[in-house]
Nanobody
Framework: QVQLVESGGGLVQAGGSLRLSCAAS????????MNWYRQGPGEQRDLVAT???????QLADSVKGRFTISRDNAKNMMFLQMNNLKPEDTAVYYC?????????WGQGTQVTVSS
């Protein structure tokens, strides 16, 4: 059974940091492109960050300079380092992995940033 499990969310004050992790089981994701998405209350799910199998990264303009996406293929994991968090970063954060044959989503982890 394939699972993506996010962890590392929580409550933090504005200006603080969190590191999200996405751990995969049941499938090797070294050849996949992986993403972090987020969905705030009453909002659509938005793309936050992307990392390809070769390590190329892209970040949404709203998080550039504050967030960093990375992956550890040996551990079958992906990470999102979030610094200088703002209240508008409050959302459920989801990881996704995909290639030409499959797409997998995690169940999400809540990030709440207080002002």
């Amino acid at each position: 059974q394939v699972q993506l499990v996010e962890s590392g969310g929580g409550l933090v004050q504005a200006g603080g940091s969190l590191r999200l992790s996405c751990a995969a089981s049941g499938v090797r994701l070294s050849g996949d492109t992986m993403n972090w998405y987020r969905q705030g209350p009453g909002e659509q799910r938005d793309l936050v960050a992307t990392i390809t199998s070769g390590g190329f990264t892209q970040l949404a303009d709203s998080v550039k300079g504050r967030f960093t996406i990375s992956r550890d293929n040996a551990k079958n994991m992906m990470f999102l380092q979030m610094n200088n968090l703002k209240p508008e970063d409050t959302a459920v954060y989801y990881c996704r992995a995909y290639n030409n044959y499959h797409t997998y989503w995690g169940q999400g982890t809540q990030v709440t940033v207080s002002s």
